[in-house]
């Protein structure tokens, strides 16, 4: 069974989106509009996605207008998006809408990414959502040089030092980039 990571991009006062749900600020920053060498999970087999992220990729890419886009990005690892909508997927794409809790969605996640490990894209709160079910296996983070006033917070939740361990911290280009381990909840017994 493979890893549940959480890999994405932050400022560096922990926002992984604007106000607006807007990136424009990461693919401003010198080598923030296409991911370094080896920063995107090699061993990732799926891909989960929340609502905001999702529809963010549709609005900014014309994927819809352009399937063929989906496999640049996305290749052809099925993309399990949680949302309580009804959404358009572009065509071609193996895009598995699921709705209700993380845990009651890992067995079907799961099974879909086999010996692979799972990349959770975005956003925030969904990778919390992963932590409080005790799923998360790694936090990835690359840190770009940029502070937002407000915006959609990198992990909404408060998480102790206990629960995570600094594996990496490296220069990649303009960002910093720190990759934690991410261990199980301590029980209360």
Same mark, same amino acid.
């Given at each position: 069974?493979?890893?549940?990571?959480?890999?994405?991009? #932050?400022? %560096?006062?922990?926002?992984?989106?604007?106000?607006? +749900? &807007? =990136?424009?600020?990461?693919?401003?920053?010198? *080598?923030?509009?296409?991911?370094?060498?080896?920063?995107?999970?090699?061993?990732?087999?799926?891909?989960?996605?929340?609502?905001?992220?999702?529809?963010?990729?549709?609005?900014?890419?014309?994927?819809?207008?352009?399937?063929?886009?989906?496999?640049?990005?996305?290749?052809?690892?099925?993309?399990?998006?949680?949302?309580?909508?009804?959404?358009?997927?572009?065509?071609? #794409?193996? %895009?598995?809408?699921?709705?209700?809790?993380?845990? +009651? &969605? =890992?067995?079907?996640?799961?099974?879909?990414? *086999?010996?692979?490990?799972?990349?959770?894209?975005?956003?925030?709160?969904?990778?919390?959502?992963?932590?409080?079910?005790?799923?998360?296996?790694?936090?990835?983070?690359?840190?770009?040089?940029?502070?937002?006033?407000?915006?959609?917070?990198?992990?909404?939740?408060?998480?102790?030092?206990?629960?995570?361990?600094?594996?990496?911290?490296?220069?990649?280009?303009?960002? #910093?980039?720190?990759?934690?381990?991410?261990?199980?909840?301590?029980? &209360?017994?």
């Amino acid at each position: 069974m493979g890893r549940i990571i959480f890999d994405t991009a #932050a400022t %560096i006062n922990g926002f992984i989106a604007d106000e607006h +749900d &807007s =990136l424009a600020w990461l693919f401003a920053v010198e *080598g923030g509009e296409e991911p370094a060498e080896g920063l995107v999970p090699a061993n990732a087999s799926v891909m989960v996605e929340g609502r905001t992220t999702y529809e963010w990729v549709l609005r900014e890419t014309g994927i819809l207008e352009q399937p063929e886009k989906w496999r640049e990005f996305h290749g052809d690892r099925p993309t399990f998006v949680f949302t309580h909508r009804e959404l358009p997927a572009p065509e071609g #794409a193996d %895009i598995r809408f699921v709705s209700g809790s993380v845990a +009651d &969605s =890992l067995p079907a996640i799961r099974e879909a990414a *086999g010996d692979g490990d799972i990349w959770v894209v975005g956003g925030g709160d969904l990778a919390g959502q992963f932590l409080d079910a005790d799923a998360l296996d790694e936090l990835a983070i690359s840190l770009a040089p940029v502070a937002l006033t407000a915006g959609a917070p990198l992990f909404p939740r408060r998480v102790e030092s206990d629960r995570l361990r600094l594996e990496e911290a490296s220069a990649v280009g303009q960002f #910093a980039r720190l990759r934690y381990s991410v261990r199980p909840a301590a029980s &209360s017994s």
